[in-house]
């Protein structure tokens, strides 16, 4: 399987590892990564191969509209439970500011082969990632646009 293929295989493989209610997303595919969300798209779950040289593939929740002012308030609105979140989803979840004034909460992982395997077992984390989060996000209401 190629990366592109397992891509665009990742958000079928997630909606079985959701519950009903979490279903409902919508996503988009690129050869190195899949973003899936609930609304505003700027505000999404990322799944993004960081590059096969660097060797890392990322998992997080990405904050990326075009205003950097609402980009810090949906951060900060999650920073809080940060400790909640990493004891739910382990101790390497970060929170953080980053690039164009956009800001994401992640983790790495070592690259896998883009195989069955490595498919169904980052579909499932990416559905722990959103079981996690969505629940915060959405009472805030930060991923609307």
């Known amino acids: 399987m ?5 891509m665009q ?3 079928q493989r997630l909606r079985g590892h959701l519950p009903p209610g979490l279903r409902a997303f919508r996503w988009r595919a690129r050869p190195w990564l899949v973003q899936v969300y609930y609304g505003d798209p700027a ?3 990322e799944v993004w191969m960081l590059g096969e040289r660097r060797g890392r593939i990322e998992i997080g929740l990405h904050f990326e509209s075009r205003d950097p002012e609402r980009n810090r308030a949906a951060l900060a609105a999650v920073v809080p439970s940060i400790w909640e979140i990493r004891a739910r989803l382990g101790p390497f ?3 953080e500011p980053w690039d164009r ?7 790495t992982h070592p690259l896998p082969p883009p195989d069955e395997e490595s498919l169904e077992r980052f ?6 990632w959103i079981e996690t989060l969505e629940p915060l996000v959405a009472a805030r209401g930060s991923r609307r646009g």
């Open 2 to 6: 190629r990366w592109r293929e397992w």
């Open 9 to 11: 295989a990742l958000p």
């Open 43 to 45: 505000f999404h779950y």
């Open 93 to 95: 979840v970060e929170a």
């Open 101 to 107: 004034g956009w800001a994401k909460v992640f983790e």
């Open 123 to 128: 579909a499932g984390r990416l559905a722990l």
